[in-house]
């Protein structure tokens, strides 16, 4: 489940305002200027009997600008999306795709195996494999008594 905290709605509201103010301020459209400046990527997750799945779109994204952390049964996503450079002074006439920093995390509610865990990106699609463990609560086992 992918879940957002309070906090981080009140502060995608607080950079709504200041896009707004800066557009009234620099005339800047907002949708340049938060463009511009924050690119969050999308995601998938998906699950079967086996396994989960998280697949996120990242084009542009080298595998060295990316990291892939699993902690405390979170998985995170992060890596930043950097501004082609130009030699010379360049003026935007629209700009349309974000660049920056990012960092996604998933909360999983299944166990799963980190040891056989698996990443894997091509075409500017981050592949997360992550194999769940075996259901270990309804199983049943016989312990032997020593005496």
């Known amino acids: 489940m992918i879940k957002r905290s309070p906090a981080i709605a009140e502060l995608i509201k607080l950079q709504e305002d200041i ?4 557009s009234d301020l620099t005339g800047i459209s907002r949708e340049l ?3 511009a400046n924050h690119w969050t990527p999308n995601l998938d997750l998906s699950e079967n009997d086996t396994e989960i799945t998280v697949t996120a779109e990242v084009p542009g994204v080298g595998q060295s600008d990316l990291e892939v952390v699993f902690n405390d049964g979170c998985l995170q996503i ?3 999306k950097r501004q082609p450079s130009h030699s010379e002074k360049v003026r935007y006439l629209c700009l349309e795709r974000g660049y920056g920093k990012f960092d996604r995390t998933i909360y999983l509610t ?3 195996d980190i040891n056989a865990a698996s990443t894997r990106l091509r075409d ?3 592949t997360v494999t992550l194999p ?3 259901n ?3 199983q049943q086992r016989v312990l032997p008594i020593e005496l």
């Open 78 to 80: 992060r890596g930043e």
């Open 19 to 22: 896009g707004h103010l800066l």
């Open 136 to 138: 270990r609560r309804n």
């Open 33 to 35: 200027y938060n463009s």
């Open 132 to 134: 769940k463990l075996s």
């Open 110 to 112: 299944a166990a799963v």
């Open 124 to 126: 500017g699609v981050l």
